[in-house]
């Protein structure tokens, strides 16, 4: 039988977010709803003035942006971010300051999945990148129903 955690995410792949009203916008690697799965079922499309943002966003650096994405993440409303650069995962979380509005801030673990150590989660995104996501995705169920 399917977690909750299984049955309840939907990936959103690589897709240009943006606000226009913002003037911001970027493509995530990947990109996930977990906690908003729920708001977007359905949807082909969606309006971020509208719809919520991803729940997660993954980033893949291996070499240096050309862009401050964080800045725009954090205009977007996203909460969370990992940032995997080859060797190491780095977890982000959207944390806002009155003075300096959101940014984001490194974190021991995930919001999304809070059980998961930060070891594991850089072992699932190193599957995914050697194997293929088919082979991290079944790797993640495994874990998941062995946890």
Request: charged share 25%; glycine share 6%.
């Amino acid at each position: 039988m399917p977690t909750k955690i299984e049955s309840s995410w939907r990936g959103w792949d690589s897709t240009t977010f943006s606000r226009d009203d913002l003037q911001k916008g970027l493509e995530p690697d990947e990109c996930y709803y977990i906690a908003h799965a729920a708001a977007i079922i359905g949807k082909q499309e969606l309006d971020l003035t509208v719809d919520p943002p991803p729940d997660l966003a993954i980033e893949v650096d291996i070499s240096p942006p050309g862009v401050a994405r964080q800045p725009i993440y954090a205009a977007l409303g996203v909460p969370e971010i990992w940032r995997y650069d080859g060797r190491r995962l780095i977890c982000l979380h959207r944390h806002s300051e009155q003075a300096t509005g959101p940014r984001y801030v490194p974190a021991d673990r995930s919001i999304s999945f809070p059980q998961l150590s930060l070891a594991d989660l850089g072992r699932f995104i190193e599957i995914a990148l050697t194997r293929g996501q088919s082979a991290a995705v079944q790797e993640f169920r495994d874990w998941l129903r062995s946890n």
